[in-house]
C-alpha cells in the first residue's frame, strides 16, 4: 500500500523523516539491510529518484551506510543511532513546549500531564 505524504513539504524530506523514525525505533535494526531504492519507490508510490534523494539524506546523517554492489544497510554505530535518537526527542519536546507556551499553559501543570501520560502508558 502506497504511503500518503502532506502537500505543505517536499516528499522526499518526509520519507527520510519515517525512514529516520524506522531505524531509531529500532524497526529497522542496526546493521540491517533496507530495501532497495526500487523498491522503496514501489512501496511508497513515490519516483525512486525522490527515494534515493531521502536514502542520501539518512547516509549524510551516518545512519544508513553503502556497503559496494550489497545496498544500503543500517549503521552498526549505537552513537550514531542514539544521536539521532535525542536530537528527534529534542525536536518533539520542542515543538511541544512552544505550543505549550503558545497556550499559557503553566509549567507546573504542563508536568502534571506529561507524568500522567506516561504513567498512563504501558
Known sequence: M???FASDR???VQLAERLRKKIISSEY???EQIPSVRQLAAETAVNPNTVQRALAELED????EV???L???VTEDRAVIERCQREQAKTLVRDFVASAKEM???TKELLSMIEEEINERP
Open 10 to 12: 517536499p516528499v522526499y
Open 29 to 31: 535494526s542496526a546493521g
Open 104 to 106: 499559557s499553559i503553566p
Open 61 to 64: 546523517e551516518g545512519l544508513l
Open 2 to 4: 502506497a504511503w500518503s
Open 67 to 69: 556497503r559496494g554492489t
Open 71 to 73: 545496498g544500503k544497510f
